[in-house]
């Protein structure tokens, strides 16, 4: 079956320091591949997605690439700051490819970012 | 502006009760979904629904229902509350069906079961 794995943390970093979240994934078809954040006390919010191989997904100065040779899909940042402090859930979607319907979750890193 | 919402946002109940969450849509989305996040698991699916009257079993279904009567909302309850039920309940819902399309979620449920 498909599955999602990310480092769990806490991450701990100070303010504008370079931030790698590692995502790797395991999928029965070509799936799409998406970052989540949570902000305390809130539901999921969309951060990125890419859909297809070497696509590279990009919002509020976060980037990832989907790299199908090495199935991974890492988040990274240039310079944190303390709003970014949240969790971070990698997912894949593969529908129509021999996978479960609906999202596989990793299991959510927890970014803690001082200042 | 088109949102999600989930209702109640905090439930304590007792083991054995019946136990119903609600989620609202104003997407016009057809499919919705049902998931719980728990520490160490991430978020797992529980049921889903691709359009009225059309409901499906996820990952962890057990001891959980859905049902879709019209497009707007999709209600889970909780037949007879477990305290492995105790979770955060979040609702999710997209308009299209490919693998490329986005899940929009709510603000979720807490739900504690004694």
């Known amino acids: 079956g498909n599955s999602v794995t990310q480092m769990e943390g806490p991450v701990t970093l100070s303010e504008e320091a370079f931030l790698t979240i590692n995502c790797t994934y395991t999928?029965?078809?070509?799936?799409?591949l998406f970052w989540y954040v949570q902000y305390p006390g809130e539901g999921l919010q969309l951060l990125l997605k890419?859909?297809?191989?070497?696509d590279k997904g990009s919002n509020k100065g976060f980037e990832a690439t989907y790299r199908k040779e090495t199935t991974s899909f890492h988040l990274e940042k240039g310079s944190v700051q303390v709003s970014d402090s949240a969790v971070y859930f990698c997912?894949?979607?593969?529908?129509?490819?021999?996978?479960?319907?609906?999202?596989?979750f990793g299991k959510g890193t927890h970014l803690i970012i001082q200042p | 502006d088109a949102e999600i919402t989930q209702s109640p946002r905090h439930k304590i109940t007792e083991t054995g009760r019946q136990v119903t969450l609600a989620c609202h849509q104003t997407?016009?989305?057809?499919?919705m979904f049902w998931y719980r996040q728990d520490l160490g698991h991430g978020l797992r699916l529980i049921h889903y629904s691709y359009g009225v009257q059309d409901t499906n079993k996820g990952e962890v279904s057990d001891g959980y229902s859905v049902s879709r009567s019209n497009t707007e909302d999709l209600p889970l309850t909780l037949e007879s509350a477990a305290s492995s039920q105790t979770s955060v309940y979040f609702c999710?819902?997209?308009?299209?069906?490919?693998?490329?399309?986005?899940?929009?979620f709510g603000p979720g449920t807490r739900l504690t079961v004694l």
């Open positions: 997407w016009n989305h057809n499919n």
């Open positions: 999710a819902s997209s308009s299209g069906l490919r693998r490329t399309d986005t899940q929009y």
């Open positions: 890419a859909t297809k191989a070497d």
């Open positions: 997912a894949l979607s593969d529908r129509g490819g021999g996978g479960a319907d609906g999202l596989t």
């Open positions: 999928a029965t078809g070509y799936p799409s």
